[in-house]
């Protein structure tokens, strides 16, 4: 007969062996398109979105409101969405410009096409060409952040000024508190757990736990938009998976300490827009950015958000954000 032991064994076996399936751990698929560009049963701010054919990509992204353009650069492993209070403010003033980064959201990609940070900068010069942008104020978060700085270096003369907020920076990232759980989506043993797991609200709320000061900011609407676009599919779970690696990557890492010359030779008009309470990236990192960048105009920390400051004082945050754009509009 089969003990207590043994039952419990062959249940999670079960478990794992159907988290696998869902992860796509089987899948033998290289060059596939991962998503499509439907947008069925999506949270009501992607259905805003619109697509635009970028090299290989096919690009969702917000485009609302008229004037000098200001691109959105949101972070990982989040979406556009992370600005949805943001924009209605920016989009009275400013043409404002917020894409999925390839690898996330609902941006359209080959399975095994290149998400790391060259790449994305790439698609961001393509996607405004196709728009007809040759200048833009860029507001960087996180991933976003990282690459705005490779734009202060490579291309800052397409830039107006720069914004950035809990920015992957240096070689700080990414942050000891979130290894783990990228280790755990990452590895093929875990990941099958992991992505049953994540499909279960109050395990959502409690790995998102990290990016916020109060967990009132996880509402329900919001956790579905920050967890939907990986699980709505097996090919988007094994794209994250595949974004992940690269955050696990050293060399890929170290992206962000070559700019570091461009950074001290960017003296465009840059805020540094924080939260306080982060405990991903926290303040010093932003202190080390404010004495390496001769263009940072202030620090402004907001005492009572973490890692996602847009949306934990998205009215305080919107009107710093505007504050600064407007001030470097009229100096301009």
Same mark, same amino acid.
């Given at each position: ?8 064994l062959i249940a ?22 991962? =998503? $499509? ?6 949270e009501?701010?992607s ?15 917000? $485009? ?12 990982c492993?989040?979406? =556009? ?22 690898g996330l ?7 095994d ?11 961001v ?17 996180d ?22 907020? !809990? ?8 942050? !000891?508190?979130e290894?783990? $759980? ?47 676009p ?8 094994r ?9 696990? $990557? ?16 960017? %003296?465009?008009? %840059? ?5 306080g ?17 001769p ?9 009572? =958000? ?19 754009? !407007? ?6």
């Amino acid at each position: 007969m089969i003990g207590t032991i043994g039952i419990v064994l062959i249940a999670f076996a079960v478990l794992w062996f159907y988290g696998a399936i869902l992860a796509g751990i089987f899948a033998g698929e290289r060059h596939v398109v991962v =998503s $499509d560009t439907s947008l069925q049963g999506v949270e009501p701010f992607s259905l805003r979105k619109r697509f635009a054919a970028i090299g290989e990509a096919k690009v969702a992204y917000i $485009d609302e409101g008229q004037g000098p353009a200001v691109l959105l650069l949101h972070g990982c492993p989040f979406q =556009s969405y992370e600005w949805k209070d943001v924009i209605p403010l920016l989009s009275e003033k400013y043409r404002v410009i917020a894409p999925d980064l390839l690898g996330l959201g609902d941006t359209v990609v080959f399975q095994d096409a290149d998400y790391r940070l060259p790449r994305q900068m790439e698609m961001v010069l393509g996607l405004l060409d196709h728009l007809g942008i040759k200048h833009t104020h860029v507001v960087g978060h996180d991933h976003g952040g990282a690459i705005a700085q490779m734009l202060m270096k490579h291309h800052p003369e397409r830039l107006l000024s720069v914004v950035l907020t !809990n920015v992957e920076a240096y070689d700080q990232w990414p942050s !000891n508190r979130e290894r783990a $759980d990228v280790e755990l989506v990452v590895n093929p043993l875990t990941s099958p757990l992991f992505r049953i797991a994540i499909t279960i609200k109050p395990l959502q709320r409690w790995i998102y736990r990290i990016a916020v000061a109060e967990q009132k900011t996880l509402t329900d609407d919001v956790l579905f938009a920050f967890v939907r676009p990986h699980i709505s599919s097996t090919r988007r779970w094994r794209r994250l998976r595949r974004f992940l690696r690269w955050q696990l $990557d050293r060399e890929h890492n170290s992206e962000t300490l070559r700019v570091v010359d461009g950074l001290r030779a960017f %003296t465009k008009p %840059t805020l540094l827009l924080w939260g306080g309470l982060d405990q991903n990236f926290d303040l010093d990192i932003a202190r080390r950015l404010e004495k390496d960048i001769p263009g940072v105009v202030r620090l402004v920390a907001l005492e009572k =958000s973490a890692h996602l400051p847009m949306l934990e004082q998205p009215q305080l945050y919107g009107t710093s954000l505007l504050a600064f754009l !407007n001030d470097t509009q009229k100096s301009s």
